[in-house]
Each structure stands twice: as C-alpha cells, then as structure tokens.
C-alpha cells in the first residue's frame, strides 16, 4: 500500500515524518468500523478479525483504511484499544501498563479531569483550520467522544459493549463532525 499502515503514521520512526491530523484519524477510524461492521453483520459469511492493531490497518493513497490479517474474536475491545491508542499516542505495550494495569485503565483512572493535557495534545494534532474558537469546542467534544467511545469498547463486560454497526454509526456521526 504508498501509505503503509496505520502504525507507519502513528509512531513516525524518522522525525521528518508527519503523523496524521485528527480529521485524517477519524476518517480513517470511520472506514475501519464500517468495514469490520459489515464482517459482523452484512457479509455472507460472518468474519471476525481479533486482531485489530494499527500495523493491521493498511492505507491506500487516498488514505482510506483496508483491514488485513484477520484472526478470531475481540474486535470491538480491539476497536476500543485503537480508539484509546490514537487519542492518548500510548501503545498498550506501553510500560505504564505493566503489573495489571492496562490502556482502559489508565484513560478510566484519569477521565474526565485529569485528561485535559491528553485532550490538549489530540487538538494540537488538528488541522489549522480547527484553530478557530467554534472548531476548537467541536474537535473537544469529538475527542472526548472517542475517549467514551474507547471505554465502552474496553470495558471488562462484553455483554454491554456496543454492536461493530453502533461504532460504525458513532464514527460516521463523528466523520461528519470533522469535516
């Protein structure tokens, strides 16, 4: 794929690399659910991926997002993981989450107050036209939005978690919002 993976954009490994704006991670975070969506309930054969990570997210020149090597279960707590992931900028491998402690945890622990450096950087990653007062208030209210949705997707009862369809839905709503 010209652009690589998701993972090549999230964690540039040479400094002259330029990560993705936040409209860019929402489109591209919109096209992962809807596609995953459709594996769950509108393929002929129903496929579930269990491996969602952003090295599995390959992205085409326009940067729409194609999902590759598919596995068992899991993917709305994966989704969950990628959500949490882009909006924080901390791999789930990251040494903060050793001993028990996780990414879900972490953000839960800190949410909402305590979350206001991490919120400030996810805006510092919008586009400069997002500078404007309303466009700031709005890129707020997404990011807070995908930290929710993050945890819902992530919480330690899958019975509760929302439907592949309900994220697709929540990310295009969100799509919408940063356009």
Not at 13 to 22: E, F, N, Q, V
Not at 86 to 96: A, F, G, M, S, Y
Request: aromatic share 6%; glycine share 4%.
């Amino acid at each position: 794929m010209p652009n690589g993976s998701l993972e090549n954009h999230l964690y540039p490994s040479h400094s002259s690399s330029h990560g993705l704006d936040l409209a860019q991670l929402v489109s591209i975070f919109s096209d992962v659910a809807e596609g995953v969506a459709y594996l769950h309930h509108h393929s002929p054969v129903r496929v579930v991926h269990c491996d969602l990570k952003p090295s599995n997210i390959l992205l085409d020149p326009d940067l729409t997002a194609l999902v590759t090597d598919y596995g068992l279960l899991g993917d709305v707590y994966s989704f969950g993981v990628l959500l949490l992931e882009i909006v924080t900028r901390k791999r789930p491998t990251n040494v903060l989450f050793h001993e028990g402690s996780s990414l879900h945890e972490w953000v839960k622990s800190h949410y909402p107050h305590k979350l206001e450096p991490v919120v400030e950087a996810a805006l510092e990653r919008c586009s400069p036209r997002a500078t404007q007062v309303y466009d700031k208030r709005v890129w707020c209210d997404v990011v807070l939005e995908l930290i929710d949705l993050g945890l819902i997707c992530t919480q330690f009862n899958p019975s509760t978690s929302p439907t592949m369809s309900d994220i697709a839905q929540e990310m295009a709503r969100l799509k919408t919002l940063s356009l």
